[in-house]
């Protein structure tokens, strides 16, 4: 039954720790994703006001740390008592109730009650039992070593003391403790610091704390009939007595005690009686010191599911360690032939649990444990809101326009223009710049040149002399361009025609395309553009070799820059 339970448990967490998953999957980023802006100031408490003013007027580098809320826990789970006596799981009625409250981004104080029911039953026999009172009490015989040396049988049957030499009981320990714990704990957070995520929907938690343990231990050592359970202790351990593995055989040890075995009845569920306490068992006065009061210490760690900005799942352990051997209510070791001696350690509880944790408060933000410090400084790198800024400042240590730290020349001589990358411009490519070169264009063939960027272009000479020519035409047109374009209208490809076709007629004469210019680089680049394109509508149009024309630009006063001529040569 238990274990079904617990599977139940398991699959209830996984399904709520897979929804805490998907809802926290993504995040705004920047310190909003906390759930507040850092200059919001109304989460602000009154008495640090004075340090939120000194940020936002960025006379303080640190913002004030903001009101956060209050968590407030309910838990339940199972509680089990690591002491001399096997436990068992009981899962009902166990519950605890949390108030955490965050100093800090780390650490916090969280207030704790716990209220635990815990069972046990050893699955092994005993036979030193002889300063168990409640046992010997119950009419339970067993073997003690007197002052004198003798072992001799004792049991104290309704508070009358009697031994007894032919008989010596077996018992199997037992017991039902009733606890309630209140502590004040320090937990520490250990994964909210995130340096490449905004935040986390799972923290991850550990800490200790100290408090105080009040509990009531009773023993099942009667039926119902008020009768003692020794037949069936002993009946059940002569059963088992030759087994080789007695752990192997605990169910079956443990379901004949419940169920009964020979003859005798099983046990039943009532823990009459009070099992021995601190300040010992009172045989006359049973109701006695029914309660332990005792300091205690405890370690925990757990795990957090957000599920929302108000509420998370946690799955906790926690282990409380109690100042007494009693909590099972035995304490004597198992020592069959003398007088038995106290265990040496005290006993301690384990509360493995599930719980909901809801954050309370207005005007609050979360509990700081579920904050990322860095997240303010990563969004304020990122984009600057508050960080003062120096005022830029663009060096141009030539001063040709481009700064020097886009200047891929960085000593431009003074008054050479340059192009995006303040390089001086060279037009022409012939390693001369614009502002000294005194032939802005030099045509490739005529280069290299000279210190003013002037080439020498080579004279042309083929194998052969060209055919003399006899009967040219000497009626070729003249062609006009509006402004300082180069393209060529209508009419000038018309008249072009007409070239070409006196060319063809006569293939043993060449043309000359003679332009016109002022003395300006500028002038003088467009006069190049003209003839270049006259003489690429002759060849690429036309058909004419481009080794029968030949262009020219002449300097002139710019009486005539916008006509082209074409002669015979």
């Given at each position: 039954?238990?274990?079904?339970?617990?599977k139940?448990?398991f699959?209830?967490?996984?399904?709520i720790?897979a929804g805490a998953?998907?809802?926290t999957g993504?995040t705004n980023?920047?310190?909003?994703s906390?759930?507040?802006?850092?200059?919001d100031?109304s989460?602000?408490?009154?008495?640090?006001?004075?340090?939120?003013?000194?940020?936002?007027?960025?006379?303080y580098?640190?913002p004030?740390?903001?009101r956060n809320?209050?968590?407030v826990g309910?838990?339940t789970?199972?509680?089990?008592?690591?002491?001399?006596?096997?436990?068992?799981?009981?899962?009902?009625?166990?519950?605890?109730?949390?108030?955490?409250k965050?100093?800090?981004?780390?650490?916090?104080l969280?207030a704790?009650?716990?209220?635990t029911?815990?069972?046990?039953?050893n699955?092994?026999?005993?036979?030193a039992?002889?300063?168990?009172?409640?046992?010997?009490?119950?009419?339970?015989?067993a073997?003690?070593?007197t002052a004198a040396g003798p072992?001799v049988?004792?049991?104290?049957?309704?508070g009358v003391?009697?031994?007894?030499?032919?008989?010596?009981?077996y018992?199997?320990?037992?017991?039902?403790?009733?606890?309630?714990?209140?502590?004040?704990?320090g937990i520490?957070t250990?994964?909210?610091?995130?340096?490449h995520?905004?935040k986390?929907?799972?923290?991850i938690?550990?800490?200790?704390?100290?408090?105080?343990?009040?509990y009531?231990?009773?023993i099942n050592a009667?039926?119902?009939d008020?009768?003692?359970?020794a037949?069936?202790?002993?009946a059940?351990?002569?059963?088992?007595?030759?087994?080789p593995?007695?752990?192997?055989?605990?169910?079956d040890?443990r379901?004949?005690?419940n169920?009964?075995?020979?003859?005798?009845?099983?046990?039943?569920?009532t823990y009459?009686?009070d099992?021995?306490?601190?300040?010992?068992?009172?045989a006359?006065?049973?109701?006695?010191d029914?309660?332990?009061?005792?300091p205690s210490g405890?370690?925990l760690?757990g795990i957090a599911?957000?599920?929302?900005k108000?509420?998370?799942?946690a799955?906790?352990?926690?282990f409380?360690?109690?100042k007494?051997?009693?909590l099972?209510?035995q304490?004597?070791?198992?020592?069959?032939d003398?007088?038995?001696?106290e265990?040496?350690?005290f006993d301690?509880?384990?509360?493995?649990?599930?719980g909901?944790?809801f954050?309370?408060?207005g005007?609050?933000v979360?509990?700081?444990y579920?904050?990322?410090?860095l997240?303010?400084?990563?969004s304020?790198?990122?984009t600057?809101k508050?960080?003062?800024?120096?005022?830029?400042?663009?060096?141009?240590?030539d001063?040709?326009g481009v700064?020097d730290?886009?200047?891929?020349?960085p000593?431009?001589p003074?008054?050479?223009?340059?192009?995006?990358?303040?390089?001086?411009?060279?037009?022409?490519?012939?390693?001369?710049?614009?502002?000294k070169?005194?032939q802005l264009i030099?045509?490739?063939?005529c280069?290299?040149v000279?210190a003013d960027?002037?080439?020498?272009?080579?004279?042309k000479?083929?194998?052969?002399?060209?055919?003399p020519m006899?009967?040219?035409?000497?009626?070729?047109?003249?062609?006009?361009?509006?402004?300082?374009g180069?393209s060529?209208?209508?009419?000038n490809m018309?008249m072009l025609a007409?070239v070409?076709?006196?060319?063809?007629a006569?293939?043993?004469c060449?043309?000359?395309?003679?332009g016109?210019s002022e003395t300006?680089?500028?002038a003088?680049a467009?006069c190049?553009?003209?003839?270049k394109?006259?003489?690429?509508?002759?060849?690429?149009k036309?058909?004419?070799?481009e080794?029968?024309?030949?262009t020219?630009?002449?300097?002139?006063?710019?009486?005539?820059?916008?006509?082209?001529?074409i002669?015979s040569?």
């Amino acid at each position: 039954m238990v274990s079904k339970k617990l599977k139940l448990l398991f699959t209830l967490v996984m399904l709520i720790s897979a929804g805490a998953f998907a809802q926290t999957g993504s995040t705004n980023g920047g310190y909003m994703s906390g759930g507040y802006s850092i200059y919001d100031s109304s989460v602000v408490p009154n008495r640090s006001s004075g340090q939120q003013n000194e940020f936002l007027n960025n006379n303080y580098s640190f913002p004030a740390k903001p009101r956060n809320m209050i968590e407030v826990g309910i838990s339940t789970g199972i509680a089990t008592i690591s002491g001399d006596v096997s436990s068992r799981p009981f899962t009902a009625p166990n519950f605890g109730i949390t108030v955490r409250k965050s100093l800090g981004y780390l650490f916090s104080l969280r207030a704790a009650y716990l209220n635990t029911t815990m069972k046990g039953q050893n699955w092994k026999a005993s036979a030193a039992f002889s300063k168990n009172a409640p046992l010997t009490y119950s009419g339970y015989y067993a073997p003690f070593r007197t002052a004198a040396g003798p072992i001799v049988v004792a049991s104290f049957p309704n508070g009358v003391y009697t031994t007894r030499s032919s008989r010596a009981d077996y018992v199997y320990y037992n017991y039902k403790t009733k606890l309630q714990d209140l502590s004040l704990q320090g937990i520490f957070t250990f994964n909210n610091v995130r340096f490449h995520k905004a935040k986390t929907g799972i923290i991850i938690y550990g800490g200790g704390g100290i408090g105080a343990s009040l509990y009531r231990t009773k023993i099942n050592a009667l039926g119902a009939d008020g009768k003692n359970y020794a037949g069936l202790y002993n009946a059940v351990q002569a059963k088992y007595a030759n087994e080789p593995n007695l752990y192997k055989k605990r169910k079956d040890i443990r379901k004949d005690l419940n169920d009964g075995i020979a003859g005798f009845a099983g046990m039943d569920d009532t823990y009459e009686t009070d099992a021995q306490s601190n300040r010992g068992f009172n045989a006359t006065r049973p109701g006695v010191d029914k309660k332990t009061l005792k300091p205690s210490g405890n370690v925990l760690a757990g795990i957090a599911f957000k599920l929302g900005k108000r509420i998370n799942l946690a799955i906790e352990d926690r282990f409380t360690f109690v100042k007494t051997d009693l909590l099972d209510g035995q304490q004597w070791q198992e020592q069959p032939d003398s007088d038995p001696a106290e265990t040496r350690d005290f006993d301690s509880y384990n509360y493995a649990s599930v719980g909901l944790n809801f954050n309370l408060g207005g005007k609050s933000v979360e509990p700081l444990y579920w904050l990322n410090p860095l997240d303010y400084a990563y969004s304020e790198l990122n984009t600057p809101k508050h960080m003062k800024l120096p005022k830029p400042t663009f060096d141009d240590a030539d001063g040709d326009g481009v700064v020097d730290q886009l200047d891929r020349e960085p000593n431009t001589p003074a008054g050479c223009p340059v192009d995006t990358h303040g390089v001086t411009k060279d037009t022409d490519g012939d390693g001369v710049p614009d502002c000294k070169d005194k032939q802005l264009i030099t045509p490739t063939e005529c280069q290299p040149v000279d210190a003013d960027g002037i080439g020498k272009c080579p004279v042309k000479c083929c194998d052969a002399p060209p055919p003399p020519m006899t009967n040219c035409p000497n009626d070729y047109p003249s062609l006009t361009f509006k402004g300082n374009g180069s393209s060529l209208s209508s009419d000038n490809m018309a008249m072009l025609a007409s070239v070409a076709s006196k060319m063809k007629a006569n293939p043993n004469c060449n043309v000359t395309i003679n332009g016109t210019s002022e003395t300006n680089k500028a002038a003088q680049a467009v006069c190049v553009a003209r003839n270049k394109a006259i003489q690429q509508y002759l060849v690429e149009k036309q058909g004419i070799s481009e080794s029968r024309i030949s262009t020219n630009c002449e300097v002139g006063d710019g009486t005539n820059k916008n006509t082209v001529d074409i002669r015979s040569n």
